[in-house]
């Protein structure tokens, strides 16, 4: 396949065939070989104890960045009632996972252990044996819960769509000692930061009303029984699952919705002992009738925890198989980064993200079965006015509803559909890019019908007067012509499109068409960029410490505490338990201003470093653009091997294999025909972007009582004459390249994605644009990025380096150019 200057890593579109007996020259190439094939894992048995019951492989997740949970939202309102003030829980990404046998787990020093029993014996531990227990909340005893059933048949109807696996959720009920799981430091935590909050509603000297004192003590203890279930779970090898709305937002659950608590004791603060007496229901008489007061320990019961097992990370199936570090040290020697370590480099990242295109699966699937996005925010379409500038709030911040919703969809879908028309409110943008399809057409068309013309355009090629080397333009085809590309760029000083040559092609008007698109796809691109960034200062708190010289610590706290990681809240409503010092001398204006630098310092890289086909200041780069504007045709292709692919159901292949780009963000204007696939690693299936935004336009016809089945809508240019809008000049699918993933601290990764083979006869035409960064330009990690410190050592090392140094750098090892 065509690797077109260095940009992408393309996996080769042919069947992997690892049929046993393997054999590896190293124990390292063993290692990576089990990192990137799932038949490969299926075939080991799982490691973990819990897992070890497991009638199925255990899962294995191959992503090896933890990164923030950005699934969200809450009410834009809190109520004022009681019962919302620790509303906005924000909660970690759901896993696919299989469900255990029936087992039940024992306890020694205050950590879980396995103890293995068969269903029928008489020695299972009953409840009560034991300070810290978990069983199945099975009514027959025999595992599989009345939830487990009911889950697995509602995701089995309404996961047609291809969105992986069944949940394979179940329901546990656990014995939780107050003791063993730090109830009472955790509990302090959480309401001292409840009251914090609540004491800014009041006026200063006021105290918080005895009423709602008792609330946030209720809701302190919820919370912290619910952090301590959820360390109980992992503890395990499980993990909670949280329940979802219509919408697909995680739903903040009433008090205790999370379970069934019951049996609370309270402990002595001072001597750790069970208080004798009474037990009690529920928090509320906990509260109430027991007196209890934050900091104090409590044991607890809870029943009917929805909780599925736990993915085993790719680190704890390569620490198993090499406690010792050999393999480790084979494979530093040799020079290859093992999958499950920290991206610290330039050309770990550009090896990572080939890792993970060789990973991703092969198969492919019809427009009937592929995955065509869920309910989650991150699947629905952004409106192009809520990117831009002017929708930023009025202190100079990103909205909180934008940054979210960017977030969720580039971290766990790994693309943004926008909406070019704000749902049909304006069509200047869509129609000028249904004039860039007519100049997409008429160069096909002509090449492919008058050979002479297609000898006219120059092969690909350096441009004349670029600044560098993969700044190339030209005609190439591959495949006996059934994989055609045109790379196009712009002239920055006249704006003319080049090659020179394919105007003759596409006459005037088409190359005008072309240039007018390029802007308009860069612009939105250049907003989603800065969103992005934005996003991840301010996360990072970047800008924190050279404002406020606070203490500002960003990972303080008690490393031994259960972790409350799916706990957050919404701006300054209710903030501040991040596991942070309590005592943090930063102040809330120091937060709002290190914000507000955050999104400045965003605008400032989108603006210097990603190149928009524009002349900037004294910017020391040559004449062409290193964005590429490309045109491509796949032609109806089926190559034979399609039915080797396990799982294959549809015949389709890929035709354009698997790769990540070295890009800001590569935004591809939504096609006639689907075939673009981008890898949802949330979902663990290959999405196709392109069909959410043809539903999104069908649901929209069908509310204005127009038909859905036409595929062109009625619309008036500027000239107030009538033209019928191809549908899918509405939209654009925005992915997230390597560049983004550097600047956004590893945070949003690079999605792999790739081109389906077209089976139906008509060809594929795609116009994608590749965001790419300006090759004379410098990174200032400390103007765009913040502190350094938070930087690194990823960071650190392109600090200063040119743009195109850096582009250079991410190659993967296996590339030399």
Not at 384 to 397: E, I
Not at 520 to 532: E, P, Y
Request: with cysteine.
């Amino acid at each position: 396949h065509p690797r077109f200057e260095e940009s992408s890593r393309i996996r080769a579109s042919t069947e992997l065939n690892l049929a046993p007996p393997m054999r590896f020259s190293t124990v390292a190439a063993f290692v990576a070989a089990i990192s990137t094939s799932p038949s490969l894992v299926a075939s080991f048995s799982p490691l973990s104890p819990v897992q070890q019951h497991a009638t199925q492989a255990t899962p294995i997740t191959t992503r090896n960045i933890k990164r923030h949970a950005w699934t969200t939202l809450m009410d834009d309102e809190p109520s004022s009632s009681s019962s919302s003030a620790a509303a906005a829980i924000i909660v970690t990404n759901r896993r696919r996972a299989r469900r255990p046998t029936a087992s039940s787990l024992g306890m020694s020093d205050g950590g879980f252990i396995d103890v293995e029993y068969d269903d029928d014996s008489e020695n299972m531990p009953k409840e009560g044996e034991g300070p810290n227990w978990i069983e199945k909340s099975s009514p027959t005893g025999i595992g599989g819960s009345i939830r487990s059933s009911s889950a697995n048949d509602a995701s089995s109807s309404s996961g047609a769509s291809g969105g992986g696996e069944s949940k394979g959720v179940d329901d546990y009920s656990l014995g939780i000692s107050g003791v063993s799981f730090d109830t009472g430091p955790l509990s302090r935590r959480m309401y001292d930061a409840l009251i914090s909050v609540a004491a800014k509603r009041f006026p200063e000297g006021t105290d918080v009303p005895q009423e709602l004192v008792d609330i946030y003590r209720m809701y302190s203890m919820d919370l912290t029984a619910k952090e301590a279930t959820k360390e109980a779970l992992k503890q395990n090898g499980l993990e909670m699952a949280e329940a979802m709305g219509e919408g697909g937002d995680n739903v903040p659950s009433e008090l205790s919705g999370w379970g069934e608590v019951e049996g609370i004791q309270l402990v002595d603060k001072i001597t750790g002992e069970d208080i004798d007496g009474e037990i009690y229901d529920t928090f509320e008489e906990a509260v109430h009738d027991g007196d209890w007061s934050a900091g104090q320990p409590f044991n607890f019961i809870v029943r009917n925890v929805p909780a599925s097992l736990k993915k085993m990370d790719i680190s704890e199936l390569l620490n198993q198989l090499d406690p010792t570090g050999e393999l480790r040290k084979e494979a530093k020697d040799k020079g290859d980064t093992m999958p499950d370590e920290e991206i610290d480099s330039l050309r770990a990242l550009g090896d990572d993200c080939e890792r993970r295109a060789e990973a991703a699966p092969r198969e492919a699937r019809d427009e009937e079965s592929v995955f065509a996005g869920g309910k989650g925010k991150g699947y629905t379409i952004m409106q192009r006015s809520d990117l831009l500038a002017d929708s930023m709030d009025a202190d100079g911040t990103e909205n909180r509803a934008t940054l979210m919703h960017v977030m969720d969809a580039m971290v766990n879908h790994g693309c943004l559909v926008v909406d070019l028309t704000d749902a049909g409110a304006t069509f200047k943008d869509a129609i000028a890019l249904s004039k860039m399809w007519d100049a997409n057409n008429r160069f096909f068309d002509t090449i492919n019908s008058d050979v002479e013309a297609a000898k006219s355009i120059p092969p690909i090629g350096v441009a004349e007067g670029a600044g560098s080397d993969a700044a190339k333009v030209g005609f190439s085809t591959y495949g006996e012509g059934k994989m055609q590309f045109l790379e196009t760029r712009l002239n920055r000083q006249s704006g003319a499109l080049l090659p020179s040559e394919v105007v003759n092609i596409i006459c005037a008007d088409g190359s005008e068409a072309m240039e007018k698109a390029f802007g308009i796809i860069a612009d939105v691109g250049k907003d989603a960029l800065r969103v992005a960034v934005a996003a991840v200062n301010d996360d990072a708190d970047a800008f924190l410490l050279a404002d406020s010289g606070g203490a500002g610590t960003t990972d303080g706290g008690d490393p031994d505490m259960p972790s409350i990681s799916g706990l957050t809240f919404e701006e300054a409503e209710i903030s501040g338990v991040s596991g942070g010092d309590s005592d943090s001398e930063s102040s809330d204006e120091d937060y709002m201003r290190a914000a507000t630098r955050s999104s400045e310092a965003a605008a400032l890289l989108a603006q210097d470093l990603m190149d928009d086909g524009r002349s900037i200041g004294d910017a020391n780069e040559g004449s062409v653009s290193m964005s590429p504007h490309r045109m491509c045709r796949y032609s109806d292709v089926n190559r034979g091997f399609d039915k080797k692919n396990k799982g294959n159901n549809s015949g389709l292949s890929e035709i354009f294999g698997a790769h990540t780009d070295t890009s800001f963000i590569t935004a591809v204007p939504v096609a006639a025909v689907s075939g673009l696939e981008v890898y949802d690693e949330e979902e663990e299936a290959w999405l196709r972007p392109e069909l959410m935004a043809r539903t999104h336009w069908e649901k929209e016809m069908e509310a204005k009582d127009q038909d859905s089945t036409a595929l062109t809508e009625k619309v008036r240019t500027a000239d107030g004459e009538e033209m019928d809008l191809p549908w899918y000049s509405r939209y654009l699918v925005l992915m997230p390249g390597e560049l983004m993933q550097l600047v956004t601290r590893n945070e949003i990764p690079a999605v792999v994605h790739r081109v389906v083979a077209v089976t139906n006869g008509n060809a594929r035409l795609s116009c994608p644009v590749l965001l790419r960064a300006r090759s004379g330009m410098k990174m200032d990690t400390a103007k765009y990025l913040g502190q350094s410190d938070l930087a690194a050592p990823l960071l650190h090392e392109c600090d200063g380096m040119l743009m195109q140094e850096i582009h250079d750098k991410m190659q993967p090892s296996s590339f030399k150019s």
